[in-house]
């Protein structure tokens, strides 16, 4: 089981900064892809960026140029630094991880931490 614990949400002001981090842990023999969704109030969910072993960073045309995801493979962990937020940034963040496991392929969630972007 390869579990997902995400930090770094919380109240920030329009114009602000937060770093989201995402650390996964237990049995994982390779980790493939690393990546942020989010999910807006009544919004479906959507990417916001993404890293692979084999492709550069994608991110969603909204977030280009204000957010950034990078990746401790050391440490199984991903982040994302997000600047110049907006109220449209409001929304739970997801954390999600696909990889090897001894016992096969696994794609994990965090449970997702909150970011809410307000005065």
């Known amino acids: 089981q390869v579990q997902l614990v995400e930090s770094g949400g919380g109240l920030v002001q329009p114009g602000g900064s937060l770093r989201l981090s995402c650390a996964a842990s237990?049995?994982?023999?390779?980790?493939?892809?690393m990546g942020w969704y989010r999910q807006g109030p009544g919004k479906q969910r959507e990417l916001v960026a993404r890293?692979?072993?084999?492709?550069?960073?994608t991110y969603a045309d909204s977030v280009k140029g204000r957010f950034t995801i990078s990746r401790i493979n050391a440490k199984n962990t991903v982040y994302l630094q997000m600047s110049s937020l907006t109220p449209e940034d409001t929304a739970v963040y997801l954390c999600?991880?696909?990889?090897?496991?001894?016992?096969?392929?696994?794609?994990?969630w965090g449970q997702g931490t909150q970011v809410t972007v307000s005065s």
């Open positions: 999600n991880v696909g990889g090897l496991a001894p016992w096969g392929p696994f794609d994990s």
């Open positions: 237990g049995s994982i023999s390779s980790i493939n892809a």
């Open positions: 890293v692979t072993n084999r492709s550069s960073p």
